[in-house]
């Protein structure tokens, strides 16, 4: 079975102090491995795909990472305005359809 | 243009009560999905549709029952409503093809009192 185990599962920090938040994954063939940010009310809002070890995307203050087991989202100089729950999911290369397997999020929080 | 509508955003009724959630995309996707996402906002999969086909039936109890009229429609319809269906229902879309994200709604936030 696909799992997805995000860590921290919430994080605090002070505008402009860069972090990371790992996302840590078991699955049967990765397809690809999935960024969402989620503000409070609202749905997933699509960040990033990764879909090969070593393979790294960035948008703005956020940069992905993927290694065989893992991914890293890191955010350099963070904004209060990134603060959001942040969802990492995998997509298996065997699963019908473009299924995806959610972590339970990393709750982030920039204070200004 | 909302790509992936919901409605209604929140709903709350009656144990024992039936509902339905409705769902529209706009994207000119071929496949559609429901998802739950309960207190602790972890984000399962309930069912997938492709043009109009069930693909995805996860082990969701049978009071729940989607229907897709077409492809651009995928609905929810929950019977005898339990307290424990208190949670939040995402629709999503995505191109048929794989290696592609998906497009999520606003949600349901259904309350089941």
């Known amino acids: 079975e696909d799992q997805v185990t995000q860590s921290p599962e919430a994080l605090r920090l002070q505008e402009g102090e860069s972090s990371s938040l790992n996302c840590s994954y078991t699955?049967?063939?990765?397809?690809?491995l999935f960024w969402y940010r989620q503000d409070p009310g609202k749905g997933p809002e699509f960040l990033f795909t990764l879909y090969s070890a070593g393979e790294e995307k960035e948008k703005e203050r956020l940069k992905a990472t993927l290694t065989k087991k893992e991914s890293f989202l890191h955010i350099t100089a963070p904004k209060p305005e990134d603060s959001a729950t942040y969802l990492c999911a995998v997509q298996a290369a065997e699963t019908s359809g473009s299924r995806l397997t959610f972590g339970e999020g990393t709750q982030l929080t920039v204070n200004p | 243009d909302t790509a992936v509508s919901q409605t209604p955003k929140y709903l709350v009724t009656q144990m024992g009560n039936d509902k339905s959630i409705k769902c529209e995309q706009n994207?000119?996707?071929?496949?559609m999905y429901w998802y739950k996402q309960d207190s602790k906002k972890f984000l399962k999969i309930m069912f997938s549709?492709?043009?109009?086909?069930?693909?995805i039936n996860e082990t969701v109890p049978n009071r729940f029952s989607p229907k897709s009229p077409d492809k651009a429609h995928l609905n929810l319809h929950i019977n005898s409503l339990e307290l424990g269906d208190s949670a939040v229902y995402f629709c999503a879309s995505s191109p048929l093809a794989a290696y592609t994200e998906a497009f999520f709604g606003q949600g349901t936030r259904l309350t089941v009192v």
């Open positions: 994207l000119g996707h071929d496949t």
């Open positions: 549709y492709n043009n109009k086909e069930l693909i």
């Open positions: 699955v049967s063939g990765l397809r690809g």
